[in-house]
């Protein structure tokens, strides 16, 4: 069975980097895509960026474009996910999702969830 673990949450300054991880167990991250997802109080779900299974991001958000960005560490089954140049807008609680989607930017796509770690933003 598979199951993904976020990590990495906290708060920071507007401008400051952080960088948020998903650790996998039950099959490797390498053997289906991966993706990003977030939710901000009081609006819906929505996605942030992808990548394939067979690596290289798939999709990314124009909101977080030139200032996220996602890679994979195979050796340690995880995947992380670099925010630069945050902004309050940015603030969330973060999901990582597994699975093998049709449409990357699609949360019913996805066939696994993390639990989400929180992103706060403020000065």
């Known amino acids: 069975q598979v199951q993904l673990v976020e990590s990495g949450g906290g708060l920071v300054q507007p401008g400051d980097s952080l960088r948020l991880s998903c650790a996998s167990s039950?099959?490797?991250?390498?053997?289906?895509?991966m993706a990003w997802f977030r939710q901000a109080p009081g609006k819906e779900r929505e996605f942030v960026i992808s990548?394939?299974?067979?690596?290289?991001?798939?999709h990314i958000a124009d909101s977080v474009k030139g200032r996220f960005t996602i890679f994979s560490d195979n050796i340690k089954n995880t995947m992380h996910l670099e925010m630069n140049s945050l902004k309050p807008e940015d603030a969330a609680v973060y999901y990582c999702?597994?699975?093998?989607?049709?449409?990357?930017?699609?949360?019913?796509?996805?066939?696994?969830w993390g639990q989400g770690t929180q992103v706060t933003v403020s000065s």
């Open positions: 990548v394939r299974a067979s690596g290289g991001i798939r």
């Open positions: 999702a597994a699975g093998f989607p049709i449409i990357a930017t699609r949360e019913d796509q996805y066939d696994y």
């Open positions: 039950g099959r490797t991250i390498s053997s289906f895509d």
